[in-house]
T-cell receptor
Framework: KNQVEQSPQSLIILEGKNCTLQ??????????LRWYKQDTGRGPVSLTI???SENTKSNGRYTATLDADTKQSSLHITASQLSDSASYIC?????????????WGLGTSLAVNP | DSGVTQTPKHLITATGQRVTLRCSPR?????VYWYQQSLDQGLQFLIQ???????AKGNILERFSAQQFPDLHSELNLSSLELGDSALYFC????????????FGPGTRLTVT
């Protein structure tokens, strides 16, 4: 069964600190992996999209890495800001037939405190 | 602002009732996707339409149905509502069928009492 698992489930950090969120997936064959940011009660907003050939992709203070061999991705946030408080969701798309649907992780809830 | 609009923002109704949620995609986008997000749960893909035709189906209940109209707006109909249907319902749109880049609307919060 195709799955996307994220850790930790929740995280609290102080403003200005860095943090790393993890995503493990079993979707195969694999097409691409996305990280979304979802503020409470709002729609998800795309941060990065990576295909299997990409190892790293940055979007401002957000850097995503992908290891397609171990089926792991991480999202690193540097110099966190209060506005980074949100849920970060890892989403994987397969690459064949019915597997082309997006498989959504449950997200990591990040709280950045002053 | 993603360019995707959803109405209404909030909806409160009773069990057994029927409601219709509306979504207008970004200008030029042909695909519309519907998602359900229950409290503390991940997004569950319900259904995708592309240029008026059903393209993909996810975990959509038989009590739910959707359609996409010639002007590309979409409606999600939820009937015989149960308490467990209370959730945020998101609509997303994308230019093509692959869903490579999806743009999400602000969501409709449905409360069934």
């Amino acid at each position: 069964k195709n799955q996307v698992e994220q850790s930790p489930q929740s995280l609290i950090i102080l403003e200005g600190k860095n943090c790393t969120l993890q995503c493990n997936y079993t979707v195969s064959p694999f097409s691409n992996l996305r990280w979304y940011k979802q503020d409470t009660g709002r729609g998800p907003v795309s941060l990065t999209i990576m295909t299997f050939s990409e190892n790293t992709k940055s979007n401002g203070r957000y850097t995503a890495t992908l290891d397609a061999d171990t089926k792991q991705s991480s999202l690193h946030i540097t110099a966190s800001q209060l506005s980074d408080s949100a849920s970060y969701i890892c989403v994987v798309m397969g690459n064949a037939g019915n597997n082309r649907k997006l498989i959504w992780g449950l997200g990591t809830s990040l709280a950045v405190n002053p | 602002d993603s360019g995707v609009t959803q109405t209404p923002k909030h909806l409160i109704t009773a069990t057994g009732q029927r409601v219709t949620l509306r979504c207008s995609p970004r200008s030029g986008d042909l695909s519309v996707y519907w998602y359900q997000q229950s409290l503390d749960q991940g997004l569950q893909f319900l259904i995708q339409y592309y240029n008026g035709e059903e393209r993909a189906k996810g975990n959509i209940l038989e009590r739910f149905s959707a359609q996409q109209f010639p002007d590309l707006h979409s409606e999600l109909n939820l009937s015989s509502l149960e308490l467990g249907d209370s959730a945020l319902y998101f609509c997303a749109s994308s230019p093509g069928t692959s869903g490579y880049e999806q743009y999400f609307g602000p969501g409709t919060r449905l409360t069934v009492t």
